[in-house]
């Protein structure tokens, strides 16, 4: 990916820089009945990000979350081929007018239900203002029916992208040790931060070879995003790299469902149970959400 222009001073601070100790206050606020939709996404493709959005789905729902997930990947769909699932209806011939979201909802794994999207149509990869507008309130429409909703973005910083990442109400951003990774998850943030006016996100850190090496990468973020933007971000944990994930995808499983002793399947279930325990973003997302209901409805006309 290309890195944003005007920030190449501030990736090179973030590589070079050393970790320091930092502490996270917790809440324990009740949740609100409403559901809370969660974007889960990433600066750049290849951090695991739809499997770590797969066994999120599953742990949370073995909290006894109801859960949505969202494919959001309009080009290349992935969730429901990580679940072995084969859907007759997506979201393509949702945002076509042709079904409804009931009716492309598919059940997943642990009893989580599954919005999944089509491969391979690239007209669908820029959705205009009418399709967007749709979406959002037909959403709203099965707030009785989730606890939570998570959002599998596509990679990147395309339209789409920030689209889902801003109708979410919390931003959950994955990234990897590695440093291309690292800079394109503070691209990402960036983006949202300075054009969309999003303030506070939540970090997972996949992939690591133990906890200090997530917290080491969470340190640099937090360094470089106070020195440089006017966000916060909340670390939400890491997840262990390890060798039986590769196996899971080849056979369309969760890992959590396959080895649900292993360290990995632990990691899944804490994740699950801070990201319920999480606070909302302080900011109340519904008014953004209005915001993009207005603008979309202002704009409808002018579109083709």
Known sequence: ?????????????????????????????PIPSTPRVVSVTSGKGGVGKTSLAANIAVSLARCGQRVLVIDADLGLANIDVMCGLTPKFNLNHYFRGQQSLESIMVNGPAGTSILPAGSGIQQLTHLNSAQKLRFLEDLDALHERFDIVLIDTEAG???????????????????????????????????????????????????????????????????????????????????????????????????????????????????????????????????????????????KGGES
């Open 1 to 29: 990916m290309n890195v944003v222009q005007g920030h190449f001073d501030q990736a090179g601070t973030l590589r070079n820089l050393q970790p320091h100790m930092a502490t996270e206050a917790k809440s324990t606020a």
């Open 157 to 299: 910083i395309s339209e789409n992208v920030t689209y889902f990442n801003v109708a979410a109400q919390d931003i959950m951003v994955i990234t990897t040790p590695e440093p291309t990774a690292i800079t394109d998850a503070y691209a990402l943030m960036k983006l949202l931060s300075t054009r969309f006016h999003q303030k506070h996100f939540h970090l997972v850190v996949n992939q690591t070879h133990g906890n200090d090496e997530g917290l080491e990468v969470y340190q640099k973020l937090t360094i470089v995003s106070n020195r440089y933007l006017d966000i916060s971000i909340n670390y939400l944990g890491c997840i262990p790299q390890n060798q039986r994930m590769q196996e899971a995808v080849r056979r369309q499983k969760p890992i959590v469902e396959l080895y649900p002793g292993l360290r990995i399947s632990s990691a899944f279930a804490g994740l699950a149970r801070t990201l319920i325990e999480a606070p909302r973003d302080r900011d109340p997302k519904g008014t953004m959400q209005f915001f993009w209901k207005q603008f979309f409805t202002m704009n």
